[in-house]
């Protein structure tokens, strides 16, 4: 099956909300005024509302009540907003069960919310090249989005031939996806992610999450393979991938990922549970 082919069979895709995915649109963009952002959200009546909701929880514990999306933007900022918007526009279906996966409801999410704070926290501490912190957290929250369509056409046979392949040939997940399927959740994420429109960036990681593009710059979707294989280090458990995961030795020197950073970085991940809580909460 090619990867357009798995799509049309896939019957129900995640609805994801207009705005939140022109917010992504905006990373794109030099520079968004507070206007850019309330103009995109306004689209959105149950965004809106939810994001309000979330605003005035207990965890960001504001005496005054945030009443407008005006004064959500203006106190939190956008960095802060784009992480809630993209919690509620995508925690709910990414919260489900994937059988074809053996993922219990939740995993994926929590996963992809490490994932996503993991990419961060890399982006923050200085890499080799330019990035912004909020396009590695995007991208590292959508990077398995494409196991949501895959799981629909992976039937018992397709995955037992899957855990075979991994089980007995040691094959990593995507590429034994690759085998019996003619594609791989990768590709399908990205594509999906195409026909939302977001970032070539953003698509390019996703697409290349499991073989980065570390030479001769290192690409985003390095950043991506880095924190999802740091986050299965730190014993975020995701079905039986976690069996089949390898990380690419060339990723962690493009970008000058040493033993000492790796290290300290999973403690600032494990650090950020509170924060990695907030975001499942939202879902
Ligand atoms: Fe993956
Ligand atoms: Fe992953």
């Not at 939810?50 to 504001?62: D, E, I, Q």
């Not at 993991?118 to 991208?139: I, R, S, W």
């Amino acid at each position: 099956m090619t990867t357009n082919e798995v799509i049309a069979k896939v019957k129900r895709l995640p609805a994801v909300s207009q705005a939140a995915l022109k917010l992504v649109s905006l990373l794109d963009q030099p520079a968004v005024s507070n206007e850019d952002v309330v103009t995109v959200l306004k689209y959105d009546d149950v965004l809106t509302a939810k994001l309000l909701r979330a605003c005035n929880s207990p965890y960001f514990g504001f005496e005054e009540k945030i009443f407008s999306v005006e004064q959500a933007v203006l106190i939190l900022g956008h960095q802060q907003i784009l992480h809630m918007v993209l919690s509620l526009a995508f925690g709910g279906a990414m919260s489900t069960t994937l059988p074809g996966y053996a993922i219990e409801a939740r995993e994926l999410w929590s996963h992809s919310v490490t994932t996503a704070v993991a990419a961060e926290q890399l982006a923050k501490n200085g890499l080799p090249m330019e990035l912004e912190p909020p396009v590695a957290f995007t991208a590292g929250l959508l990077h398995d989005i494409g196991k949501l369509a895959l799981n629909q056409v992976l039937d018992a046979d397709a995955q037992s031939a899957i855990r075979s392949r991994i089980a007995q040939s040691q094959f990593p997940r995507n590429l034994a996806e690759r085998e019996v399927l003619g594609t791989d959740h990768a590709e399908v994420g990205a594509r999906l992610l195409e026909t939302w429109r977001l970032p070539d960036e953003i698509v390019e990681a996703v697409a290349n999450h499991h073989h980065p593009v570390s030479t001769p710059v290192p690409k985003l979707s390095a950043v991506i393979h880095v924190s999802n294989g740091l986050v299965h280090l730190i014993g975020s458990t995701l079905g039986w991938d976690c069996y089949a995961m390898t990380v690419d030795a060339r990723a962690n020197q493009a970008l000058a990922v040493t033993p000492q950073k790796l290290e300290s970085l999973m403690i600032e991940v494990h650090d950020s549970a509170k924060q990695v809580e907030h975001f499942m909460n939202l879902a």
